[in-house]
Nanobody, 127 residues
Framework: QAMVAESGGGSVQAGGSLRLSCAAS????????MAWFRQAPGKEREGIAS???????TYAASVKGRFTISKDKAKNILDLQMNSLKPEDTAMYYC?????????????????????WGQGTQVTVSS
């Protein structure tokens, strides 16, 4: 059974940094597409960053320049480095993947295309 599990969430003050990690099964990390989504209370789920197996990386405008997505296939991990955090970044963050996804592995991401999801990790940014 495929494994996708996030870690690294927590509470931080505005301007601070956090690093999220997503441990996943090897065939998932080696697949075509992995991404990070987030969902704040009362808001729609938002795809914020994606990495495709050809190296293409895309970011939502809301995080571009502050967040960095990276994949370590040797360790079967997908990371999200989050800098200059803002209160509006407060949300549950989810790792998602789909080994077969290709053209849709770019912003704007559609959650319905992703077949594997983690349980989420909470990020809270206080002002």
């Amino acid at each position: 059974q495929a494994m996708v599990a996030e870690s690294g969430g927590g509470s931080v003050q505005a301007g601070g940094s956090l690093r999220l990690s997503c441990a996943a099964s090897g065939y998932i990390v080696s697949g075509n597409c992995m991404a990070w989504f987030r969902q704040a209370p009362g808001k729609e789920r938002e795809g914020i960053a994606s990495v495709r197996s050809d190296g293409r990386i895309t970011y939502a405008a809301s995080v571009k320049g502050r967040f960095t997505i990276s994949k370590d296939k040797a360790k079967n991990i997908l990371d999200l480095q989050m800098n200059s955090l803002k209160p509006e970044d407060t949300a549950m963050y989810y790792c998602a993947a789909d080994p077969g996804l290709w053209a849709e592995c770019v912003i704007p991401l559609r959650g319905r295309y992703f077949g594997h999801w983690g349980q989420g990790t909470q990020v809270t940014v206080s002002s």
